[in-house]
């Protein structure tokens, strides 16, 4: 079997989790859960970013100890994790020991290699981006560059790692990858980004008398690590990282990291150069998805324009009569079908209700339902006359068969999703098509249950391809329809893999919100 290493970005503990992290983590589940689907051993690696003033600033204002509040805040994250049926492999901390360890021998190794040295260093510091910014574009009364807020401007010894030392590299090695980077919107800004700067080297200390909390540097007790340079680690140490782990050389290279746009130049400039100079394959690929916005603008902890995804999914369950799996799949729903993942998307209230009556409730709730209660009512809850696809089924069963995994493979959850629901609208046709309830009249037993097998099994094969988005709506519908084997391998997406139904009829899978 081979492996699918797949990682998010670790979130600062600093504020609870919103809707951006939610976006970002379901987008790596469904994909984990597709590749286990294609029979890929996939390894899920997700956690929390720990270290910083930031982190110890927000610590302070809620009267905490440093280490009880990040343990809190890694709490709330793996809380929405369970919550969002988001199926991590392993939860990383960048307070784990076993991180602090190979973040230490990792400085220690570029060291030894001539990568550190020390210098003086003046630049304006923004806290909440925890980033240092030079040069003379940048002006104190303008504010960070990247997020406008306050900066202030520092003076003081560091230490650094020549990023200089491998600019060209990193020029020849994009232009030689051009799939290192997706979407290729970003991929164009980053190279757009390397031929209009010339690196500077990454400053990777910080002074304890300015930021404590942190972890300590190996080469110089006064100072501790640099936050970004701390973090971007747990990827390879999330794995093991030592050259002769088994588990890291199994694992490593990354086959993708997902990011928000926001960081992608850690990811594509900073983090393929740490590993050259350590020897280490880069990644395969750093996937940067849009921003989610409300009323145009991003969606932040320090905008505090967040949506809470558990206050959300407490809303919308009372909205789906209490039935919070639908609360679940149908904002996981959402999220991937509403805009392309490379894309920004407005979020609103409004447009989530819309999609899950349109979509989950019509279209796929519908189907479902209607087709259980004709089985009951026809067949006494079961049905066993198998036989080929109707020829309306046809087109729309290859489609499938075809494009859905190039969609998924692409990162394109919202077009592998059109495709399924292009079937769905199928089947529903069908249905007024054959008009199954004036073959009940003329009392034509038997092509009535070969109808309703084309159905059943219809809707099984949907219930298969929506598994990764909505794992518990398809686990319902396998339930209900008494599928035995629960595996969603997409071995078992051909047409008669399953040869009878017994019927277990639940409540109805979306219930329709009502809009007023
Ligand atoms: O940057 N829309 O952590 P962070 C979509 N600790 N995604 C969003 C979003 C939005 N409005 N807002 C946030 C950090 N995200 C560092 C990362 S990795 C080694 C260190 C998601 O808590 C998106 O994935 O600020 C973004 O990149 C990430 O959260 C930033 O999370």
């Not at 740490?274 to 880069?282: G, Y």
């Not at 009940?440 to 037993?445: A, G, L, S």
């Amino acid at each position: 079997m081979s492996k699918f290493y797949l990682t998010t970005p670790l979130y600062y503990v600093n504020a609870n989790p919103h809707i951006g992290h939610a976006y970002t983590n379901i987008i790596a589940d469904s994909m984990a859960r597709y590749k286990r689907a294609k029979n890929k051993e996939a390894f899920f690696l997700t956690g929390t970013d720990e270290h910083g003033e930031k982190i110890k600033q927000a610590a302070v204002a809620n009267n905490c100890e440093a280490k009880a509040f990040v343990n809190k805040g890694a709490e709330n994250f793996k809380k929405l994790w369970t919550k969002l049926d988001i199926s991590y492999d392993s939860f990383i901390r960048t307070t784990d020991d076993c991180h602090i360890k190979v973040v230490s021998e990792v400085i220690s190794t570029l060291k030894e290699k001539g990568d550190i040295y020390k210098d003086k260093y003046k630049a304006f510091y923004c806290v909440p981006c925890e980033s240092f910014w030079t040069g003379p574009q940048v002006k104190e009364a303008d504010g960070c560059p990247e997020c406008k807020r306050k900066v202030e401007e520092i003076e003081e010894e560091n230490y650094f790692f020549k990023l200089s030392k491998y600019e060209q590299w990193l020029k020849d090695f994009l232009k030689a990858n051009p799939s290192f980077v997706m979407p290729k919107i970003r991929y164009n800004e980053v190279l757009g980004f390397l031929n209009n700067n010339s690196l500077e080297d990454l400053c990777i200390s910080r002074p304890k008398k300015r930021v404590s909390w942190g972890i300590d540097f190996p080469l110089d007790d006064n100072y501790v690590v640099y936050v970004w340079f701390d973090a971007l680690i747990n990827y390879i140490s999330g794995v093991g990282y030592s050259l002769n782990n088994d588990n890291f050389k199994k694992l490593w290279p990354a086959d993708i990291h997902f990011i928000g746009k926001d960081i992608l130049r850690h990811h594509t400039i900073f983090w393929p150069i740490m590993l050259k100079a350590l020897d280490i394959e880069p990644p395969k690929r750093v996937f940067a998805h849009g921003w989610w916005k409300k009323d145009e603008k991003k969606i932040s902890k320090s905008r505090g324009n967040i949506v809470n995804p558990l206050e959300l999914i407490k809303n919308l369950s009372l909205s789906l009569a209490g039935n919070e799996d639908a609360a679940v799949n149908g904002f996981r729903y959402f999220l991937l079908r509403e805009v392309p993942v490379g894309l920004d998307g407005s979020f609103s209230w409004d447009a989530l209700v819309n999609r899950i009556n349109s979509d989950l409730a019509n279209d796929l709730g519908n189907l479902v339902f209607r087709t259980l209660n004709m089985v009951e009512k026809y067949l006494g809850s079961e049905v066993s006359s198998q036989t080929t696809p109707p020829k309306e089924f046809e087109g729309c069963l290859d489609n499938l068969a075809n494009n859905y995994t190039t969609h998924m493979d692409g990162v394109e959850f919202s077009l592998a999703l059109e495709e399924v629901f292009a079937f769905i609208r199928v089947i529903n046709k069908y249905i007024e098509d054959t008009k199954p309830w004036v073959l009940w009249k003329e009392k034509k037993i038997k092509e009535i249950g070969e109808f309703l097998y084309q159905l059943c099994e219809g809707i099984r094969i949907v219930a298969l391809y929506l598994y990764p988005i909505m794992p518990k709506a398809s686990e319902s519908i396998y339930r209900q329809l008494g599928v035995e084997n629960k595996s969603f391998s997409l071995a078992e997406s051909s047409w008669g893999k399953v040869l009878s139904f017994l019927i277990n009829k639940e409540a109805p899978l979306f219930p329709r919100i009502d809009v007023d």
